[in-house]
């Protein structure tokens, strides 16, 4: 750290992303959840040589085309989205725009929301999941900070049914509830039709698991119009032109190739329920994942860590979380069919040779 480093970030420790090899030809990569489906053949035709001349323009700070797409896509009124670049930053936004209640969250979920708390000086209670990883929405009865919770939630891709995300939202009103739905495209309820309801709830989806577009950077916020006015007053006075004119075009397109999203997501949930009965026929404990992932691990003949070590070595990515709880598992990023029977066969292969 420079001696010109403010002082306040002392105790700041940086979000940690997956590994993102250079060359991922030999690879099987597992690690970050990305989609192993390009992105649609409308996004890519989109995104012509005339466009790409149309960078030495500013893009539309208003994402106008794009919010009125997902507007209508999600059957919402256009003031109630925000889109920014990925939904890391709409999250950043929140938990700045947000801090002064502070926020309540799970003790295993995304990585990142202790670190922009930290960062925004946000007070957290760390709500510790139950023993079989699943969320109780009585563990946040007496919380009166905001709760910030991803639905499904990683890293074992559970899921909060929609009557509990009602009582959690009911229960005290003048706290924020924030539902990361970054996974919800791959079986799980959405919570989006009660922001019309509830001023007190927002929404944050992505476009980097099932529109296939991590590279591009996109994600949204959906919810009551002033919640939605308070992000955008963060964002024009930090930077008005977050997310770039491809990306403005990549998203618009990528939510109109609705038969695309349907194949591609069908096609990974195929791929996760594969992955899930191949798995606990080879004796591992599998939690019941409505996302693009799964968790799995506590084999009686290998341990976490070494089961991911040994896939390292045969050149499969997984992620590991070397945590007191997640240590006996790993996370397996969903890809194609045939990449997870690939999967299987290296895992049989790792088994075999124990
Ligand atoms: N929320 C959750 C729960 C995530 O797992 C991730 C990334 N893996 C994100 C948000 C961030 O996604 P992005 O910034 O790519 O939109």
Do not use: W
Not at 202 to 213: D, E, G, H, V
Not at 233 to 240: A, D, E, G, L, V
Not at 293 to 314: C, P, W
Not at 336 to 353: A, R
């Amino acid at each position: 750290m420079s001696r010109f480093f403010s002082t306040k970030f002392d105790d700041l420790e940086p979000y940690v992303p997956g590994e993102q090899p250079g060359n991922i030809d030999n690879v099987l990569k597992l690690n970050t959840n990305e989609n192993p489906f390009p992105p649609s053949k409308n996004v890519i035709n989109a995104l012509s040589e005339d466009e790409i001349c149309r960078l030495l323009l500013y893009p539309d700070p208003y994402c106008t085309k794009l919010n009125e797409t997902l507007a209508k896509e999600l059957k919402v009124d256009f003031n109630n989205v925000y889109t920014g670049n990925g939904s890391d930053e709409v999250l950043a936004f929140c938990f700045y725009a947000f801090s002064d209640k502070g926020f309540a969250f799970p003790d295993l979920t995304y990585g990142f929301y202790s670190v922009f708390a930290s960062l925004f000086n946000a007070e957290t209670t760390i709500v510790p999941l139950r023993d079989d990883f699943s969320i109780n929405i009585q563990d946040y009865d007496n919380i009166t900070k905001n709760i910030i919770i991803s639905n499904p939630n990683s890293p074992a891709g559970l899921f909060l049914p929609l009557d509990e995300i009602k009582k959690l939202i009911e229960k005290n009103k003048d706290r924020l509830i924030i539902i990361d739905e970054a996974y919800i495209d791959f079986g799980a309820e959405t919570a989006v039709p009660l922001t019309k309801i509830y001023d007190n709830l927002l929404i944050i989806r992505t476009f980097s698991k099932s529109r296939s577009l991590a590279g591009g950077r996109l994600g949204a916020a959906i919810g009551n119009e002033s919640l939605i006015r308070d992000l955008n007053t963060i964002k024009f006075s930090f930077n008005p032109y977050n997310v770039n004119r491809l990306t403005q075009i990549a998203g618009t397109e990528a939510i109109k190739d609705k038969e695309y999203f349907e194949y591609t997501r069908s096609e990974i949930i195929k791929a996760r329920e594969y992955t899930k009965y191949e798995m606990k026929k080879l004796g591992f404990s599998v939690f019941d994942s409505m996302a693009n992932f799964v968790f799995a691990g506590r084999h009686d003949k290998i341990s976490g860590k070494e089961y991911f070590e040994k896939l390292r070595k045969k050149n499969v990515i997984v992620r590991y979380f070397n945590t007191p709880r997640e240590k006996d598992y790993i996370r397996i990023s969903i890809a194609t069919i045939k990449e997870m029977q690939k999967f299987i066969d290296i895992t049989m292969e790792i088994l075999q040779e124990k």
